[in-house]
């Protein structure tokens, strides 16, 4: 139980262009969804969290107008990386959280990543 | 403001030998802490964590953590290392149950000498 997955797993793509990234929870209902990214040989920075039907809270020096996060529904979250550059190659990680009024737990289940490298 | 301490960015042990991670935090309230295993080009697994109750808590792979207040310590062992044992490890904390942000240390990425 608590399967996260990603897709896709890896995107390359051309400088200024712009590249969606799916989290999906595959048996559970993720009412938090949670958005990382990960620099080589480093920890993992939270860059916003969404709840469902709701606007994500981006921490801050995240800039919400390139980094578009919908969580439109239960199972499903996407982060948008608008006109992309070089900088924004990384490996990015989601992962999603329960309903505990369900019986779930709030441990943070995390997806296997995607790697984007901006040319 | 919480914040994660892992003492060591590398740690190498022989196969068969004690794994020991250490990690310590800060807290203005009671924590919930977590250690999670990331291998290459992966996202996290959890290995176990700790809400309330037990201070010694179990998780898979063999792998234990004992939540030590005085020492605002929660160090990860395993008894006897094992190749596939090799990865980076991440310690976390948490404030508020259910959901809410963790806050990670840097990792120990752990090399198991055959």
């Known amino acids: 139980g608590a399967v996260v997955s990603q897709h896709p797993s890896r995107v390359i793509c051309k400088s200024g262009t712009s590249v969606k990234i799916e989290c999906r929870s595959l048996?559970?209902?993720?009412?938090?969804m949670f958005w990382y990214r990960q620099f080589p040989k480093q920890s993992l920075m939270l860059m916003a969290t969404?709840?469902?039907?709701?606007?994500?809270?981006?921490e801050q020096g995240v800039e919400k107008d390139k980094f578009l996060i919908n969580h439109a529904s239960l199972t499903l979250s996407t982060l948008t990386v608008t006109s992309a550059h070089p900088e924004d190659s990384s490996f990015y990680i989601c992962?999603?959280?329960?309903?505990?009024?369900?019986?779930?737990?709030?441990?943070?289940?995390f997806g296997p990543g995607t790697r984007l490298t901006v040319l | 403001a919480q914040s994660v301490t892992q003492l060591g960015s590398h740690v190498s042990v022989s196969e068969g030998a004690l794994v020991l991670l250490r990690c310590n935090y800060s807290?203005?309230?009671?924590?919930?802490l977590f250690w999670y295993v990331q291998y290459p080009n992966q996202g996290l697994q959890l290995l176990l964590k700790?809400?309330?109750?037990?201070?010694l808590v179990k998780g898979i792979n063999g792998f234990e953590a004992e939540f030590k207040k005085s020492e605002t310590s929660f160090h990860l062992t395993k008894p006897s290392a094992h190749m596939s044992d090799a990865a980076e490890y991440f310690c976390?904390?948490?404030?508020?149950?259910?959901?809410?942000?963790?806050?990670f240390g840097q990792g120990t990425r752990l090399t198991i000498n055959p």
């Open positions: 992962s999603a959280s329960g309903d505990l009024a369900g019986g779930l737990s709030g441990t943070q289940y």
């Open positions: 807290s203005s309230v009671p924590p919930y």
């Open positions: 976390a904390v948490s404030d508020v149950w259910g959901a809410q942000k963790l806050v």
């Open positions: 048996d559970f209902q993720a009412t938090t």
């Open positions: 700790y809400t309330t109750g037990a201070t």
């Open positions: 969404s709840n469902e039907g709701s606007k994500a809270t981006y």
